[in-house]
């Protein structure tokens, strides 16, 4: 508890630290994390021997930034942790198969069927799936079709393989981040 560090991850100090016989304090820094921008976000990766991310999942930037323009102006709003009792990749399914959109509820089914030609595109590392808004009175929410943007306001999935799906609904400005951890 109390250790302190500077912004460049060197140890400051730590209670009792004096009382330890032979303590060196350059033993007891933090470790390097590499830092990338892609897609709007700040990507953090412990591993400094792993490829950029931009090497990983070339065009997921341009992707992202071609359906969510606005995505540099973005505030982080809200976040939260939450554990589910299943298999991680559940997730994954819900977000890559359309399959369970006829058995979900009816708000759903009606929102999903109101997208107009949802399109797909799939990379090594990532995907992305988009399509224009629809119906702006869909049963799920409400939006003034006369501010829409074409395809850059409609819904947006992106998947980063293995872990990361940003969800952006119709018009909402809102965009939605998932990292699943097994």
């Known amino acids: 508890h109390a250790w302190s560090y500077g912004l460049d991850g060197a140890f400051k100090n730590a209670p009792n630290q004096r009382n330890v016989p032979g303590f060196d304090k350059t033993r007891f820094c933090l470790p390097e994390v590499r830092i990338e921008e892609c897609g709007g976000f700040i ?48 997730q994954v399914d819900n977000g890559l198969d359309s399959y369970h959109f006829s058995t979900s509820g009816p708000a759903h089914r009606q929102l999903v069927a109101s997208f107009k030609d949802l399109k797909r595109e799939n990379h090594d590392h990532w995907l ?55």
């Open 128 to 182: 992305i799936s988009w399509g224009a808004a629809g119906d702006p009175n869909n049963g799920a929410y409400t939006f003034d079709p006369s501010d829409q943007r074409q395809d850059m306001d409609g819904f947006t999935l992106a998947w980063l393989y293995p872990d990361t799906l940003l969800v952006a609904m119709p018009m909402g400005r809102v965009i939605m981040m998932y990292v699943m951890a097994p």
């Open 43 to 90: 990507w953090a990766n412990a591993d400094p021997d792993a490829p950029a991310l931009r090497d990983q999942a070339p065009g997921f930037d341009e992707a992202l930034r071609r359906f969510l323009p606005d995505i540099d102006e973005a505030a982080f709003f809200e976040g939260w942790t939450e554990s589910l009792p299943v298999n991680w990749k559940v």
